[in-house]
C-alpha cells in the first residue's frame, strides 16, 4: 500500500530556503572584494593608456606650435575614457619645455598616476602626491 501524499508533503521547508540563501550570500560576500579588485586592475590600466594618449597629442602639439599644450588645449577627459573620467580627475602642467599628466582619484581609493615629458611614470597610492 503506498501512502497517500498531499501537496505539503512535497518541495521545500522554508528552514531548507533560508540555508540555500544563507549560502549564496556568504559566496557572495566572499567573491565581492575579488570581483572589485578586478574591476579596479582593469580601470587602472584604462587609466595608464588614456596618459599615454594625452602624452602622445603633447608631443604632436609641442611639434606643431613649439610648447607643450596647457590642460584647456587638450581633450576632455570624458573623450578620452568614460569610466576613466567617472573616477578620475585630469590635471596637467605644462610650459615651453616640459610637461606633467596627472590622473588623480578624489576618493582616494586609487592610485594617482602621473607621466611627464620624459616618459617616466609615476605611481603614487591613495590619492594626489
Request: overall charge positive; proline content about 5%; aromatic content about 6%.
Amino acid at each position: 500500500m503506498v501512502p497517500n501524499r498531499n501537496a505539503f508533503d512535497s518541495g521545500f521547508t522554508i528552514v531548507e530556503l533560508l540555508v540555500v540563501v544563507a549560502i549564496l550570500a556568504v559566496l557572495a560576500t566572499l567573491a565581492m572584494p575579488s570581483w572589485r579588485a578586478t574591476n579596479n586592475d582593469a580601470l587602472i590600466q584604462q587609466a595608464r593608456l588614456v596618459v599615454q594618449r594625452l602624452a602622445m597629442r603633447q608631443h604632436r602639439f609641442f611639434s606643431r606650435h613649439g610648447r607643450y599644450a596647457a590642460e584647456q588645449e587638450l581633450p576632455a577627459l570624458a573623450a578620452l575614457g568614460r569610466a576613466v573620467s567617472q573616477r578620475y580627475e585630469l590635471r596637467v602642467e605644462s610650459d615651453s619645455s616640459r610637461y606633467l599628466i596627472r590622473l588623480i582619484d578624489p576618493d582616494g581609493e586609487l592610485p594617482t598616476l602621473a607621466l611627464n615629458h620624459l616618459g617616466q611614470w609615476a605611481s603614487v597610492a591613495g590619492g594626489p602626491p
